[in-house]
C-alpha cells in the first residue's frame, strides 16, 4: 500500500514550523527594537507604555499561534483522511483480487475438470459404457464442488444479510451453511446484546468470520469450528476457531489465506487482528474492533 502522501507531508510541515518561528522571533526583536529605540517613552507614563506594548505584542503572537494550530489541526485531518482513503481503496483491491483468486482458481478449475470429463464421456460411451459412466459420475462430483465453491464466493459478496438480520443472524446463517457444505459440528456464541452496532463495525466482522470460515473449509481439513462474538467494553471481540490442521503463521505467504485481508480490515477502524496456528491444535483468529472507530496510524 502506498503510504507516500503522508510522510511527504512531514518536511513541508516542519518547514513551515521553522518559517513561523523566526517570524515570532523577528517581530518579537523588532517590537523590542521599536520600544527601546524608536518610541522609547519617557517619564511616569514610560512603564505603562511597556505594558501596552507588550501586550499589542503578546496578542499579536496568541493571534497567531491560533491560526497556526488551527492550519495545523486541519492539515492533519487531511492527513488522516488520505490514509484512511488509501486504506479504503487498498482493502476493496484486495477483495477484488480475492474474489477473482477464487473464481479462477476454485471455480474455473472444476468447470473445466467437469466439461472435460463429460465429454471424455460422450466420446467413448458407445465403444465403453462402463468408463462413459464412470466419467460422468466424475464430471457430476466436479460440478458438485464448483457449485460449493460459488456458494463460498457469493456468500462473500452478501453482506446485505446483516441489514436484513442482523451481524448475529448473518453470521449463524452463513456458519451453518458452511457447516452443511463441510460436514462440521459447529458452536455459536453470542453476547452483543440488543444494541445496535455501527454499521461499519458489524460489516468488518462479518466479514472476518466469513474469511476464517473459508479458509478453514478449504486449508485446515477441520471437522469442527467455533465462532464467538461478544460485546466488550468499547469494542466487539470476534473470535473464530477450528479443529483442524494449523500452520506457522510466520511461515504462511499464500495469498489464499487472506490474513492481511483480515488484519487490514481491523486495522482500518483501530482494532486489531490476530492470527494463532498451531498444526496440533488448529487455528485461532481473534478481532477487536473499536465501537467507536477511528483512523488507524
Known sequence: ?????????????????????????????????????????????????????????AVVLAAAYTVLRAWREKTAHEESLARMVEKVVFAQEEERRRIAYD????????????????????DVSGADPARAAAELTRGVERLGQAIVEMRHV???????????????????????????????????????????????VETAAFRIVQEAITNAARHARATSLEVELAREAGSVRVVVRDRGVGFAVSAVTSRGLGLASMQERARLLGGACVVEGDPATGTTITAHLPLRAGVAP
Not at 40 to 50: K, L, S, T, Y
Not at 103 to 122: C, K, N, Y
Open 1 to 57: 500500500m502506498n503510504t507516500s502522501k503522508p510522510h511527504a507531508a512531514t518536511p513541508l510541515r516542519r518547514a513551515h514550523d521553522a518559517a513561523l518561528a523566526l517570524t515570532f522571533v523577528g517581530m518579537a526583536a523588532y517590537e523590542f527594537v521599536e520600544l527601546r529605540f524608536l518610541e522609547a517613552p519617557r517619564g511616569a507614563m514610560a512603564p505603562f507604555a511597556v505594558v501596552v506594548h507588550a501586550l499589542q505584542v
Open 103 to 122: 473464481l479462477h482458481d476454485g471455480v474455473a478449475p472444476l468447470i473445466v475438470s467437469a466439461r472435460q470429463h463429460v465429454e471424455t464421456s460422450r
Open 154 to 200: 457469493l456468500r462473500a459478496l452478501r453482506p446485505s444479510t446483516i441489514d436484513a438480520d442482523g451481524l448475529a443472524a448473518a453470521v449463524r446463517r452463513s456458519l451453518d451453511e458452511a457447516a452443511r457444505d463441510a460436514g462440521w459440528t459447529v458452536r455459536f456464541a453470542d453476547s452483543l446484546g440488543d444494541e445496535a452496532l455501527p454499521a461499519a
